[in-house]
């Protein structure tokens, strides 16, 4: 197991023998063409350039309010841009099959509406929105027209990450005792200054914690598939600039077995048989990434865990040995829209659903009460 696991790191398991569309029972030649509404510099970067280098993914249409970033997405993409009014009232709608939901956390649920009332599958970007009583109209709103929806948790669909999900689900590491996750995202750095999205607490529902902090959340809860049950947290701003936002979140989150404490108990845990995570992320200091479990007979460490297109480098340690592996993964992104456009054309499953977004929307806002309260929560 410990050899045979990772002797293909780069296998798409969720595709066909080959590849192709067809083995799934869709039309084998067929191409998901994709909307992308709201094109800030994770999208027009990362997120359009990763489909047009995929297999089955094509970017088509762009929607902004910017004029000037239409301007230039047309002429390096060849797509047809369009404003929101226009969005809204079906322009191109023939144009795409799919949207690609990448506003601020806030918006995500008017633009998914009309995705979804257009008959438009979609992709939203994590987390969902920035209430949980919103992202749960959010999926419904997917639920009632009938339309596919994928909460944008890229990691999982990183070929390295799903290997690692096989070896932990197959023993390979024994019973999980813990796991621990960092992510620190200066959001400050380079060009970028306080007067964005991401530092208002309306627009975006929290700071580091849902921006960042959901990646090791979400990845250690898809490596190990496990819900988690209690949280506790602390988070600090000793930075003016983050005055609505968690410039720095702690939290610590119980999984796979309830403990039976009652609700806002901060007393002694018995965990029964469930893990425990200790996760972080802040929105200032170096830049960080990563991810370690501990189970009883091994550990898996990852270094560079969750940057985009990261060389991922993974330890894998158990009594049979260790194994390195380093520029064995892909470009998660890509993996990311082909995986779902695969699915929406072969009508395939979608792991990251809503539902999984929801999970994490529930948590996350343990998280804050925790948090604001000093008490653990159980979810």
């Not at 192709?20 to 994770?42: E, H, L, Q, S």
């Not at 005792?177 to 970028?192: K, M």
Request: net charge negative.
């Amino acid at each position: 197991m410990f050899e045979s696991t990772f002797a293909d790191a780069r296998r798409r398991d969720w595709a066909g023998e080959d590849g192709a569309i067809g083995d799934r029972g869709g039309d084998a030649d067929a191409v998901t063409r994709i909307a992308t509404v709201g094109c800030g510099n994770y999208a027009r970067s990362v997120s359009i350039p990763a489909m047009e280098r995929g297999d089955y993914a094509a970017p088509t249409v762009v929607v902004s309010g910017d004029p000037e970033k239409r301007s230039r997405l047309v002429d390096e993409f060849g797509v047809t841009a369009i404003g929101y009014d226009e969005y809204e009232a079906g322009v191109a709608s023939d144009e795409y099959d799919a949207v690609y939901v990448a506003t601020p956390n806030r918006l995500h649920l008017p633009h998914v509406e009309t995705a979804a009332a257009h008959g438009k599958h979609v992709l939203c970007e994590k987390p969902l929105e920035a209430t949980v009583e919103r992202a749960e109209r959010l999926v419904a709103a997917c639920d009632d027209a009938g339309v596919r929806l994928m909460t944008a948790y890229r990691m999982q669909t990183d070929p390295v990450m799903r290997r690692l999900r096989e070896f932990v689900a197959g023993g390979g590491i024994g019973d999980l005792q813990r796991a621990s996750g960092d992510f620190t995202f200066p959001v400050l750095g380079g060009d970028a200054g306080p007067d964005q999205w991401r530092l208002d607490g309306r627009l975006a529902g929290g700071g580091a914690l849902y921006d960042v902090g959901v990646y090791p959340l979400n990845t250690a809860r898809f490596l190990v598939g496990d819900h988690p049950v209690a949280v506790s947290a602390t988070t600090r701003s000793p930075d003016p600039t983050f005055d609505e936002v968690d410039q720095h979140v702690d939290f610590r989150v119980e999984f796979g077995a309830a403990s039976g404490v009652a609700d806002g108990d901060a007393g002694a845990v018995d965990g029964g048989d469930g893990w425990v995570g200790n996760f972080s992320a802040s929105f200032s200091g170096h830049p960080n990434t990563s991810l370690e479990l501990l189970g009883s007979e091994g550990r898996i460490a990852i270094r560079s865990a969750f940057q985009p297109g990261a060389d991922r480098e993974v330890t894998v340690e158990t009594a049979e040995g260790t194994i390195e592996l380093a520029g064995a993964g892909a470009d998660e992104t890509v993996e990311e829209f082909d995986y779902f456009a695969h699915a929406v054309a072969a009508g395939g499953d979608i792991e990251p659903d809503g539902g999984d977004g929801l999970v994490d929307m529930r948590t996350l806002a343990a998280i804050q009460t925790s948090a604001r309260t000093g008490a653990r929560v159980e979810l």
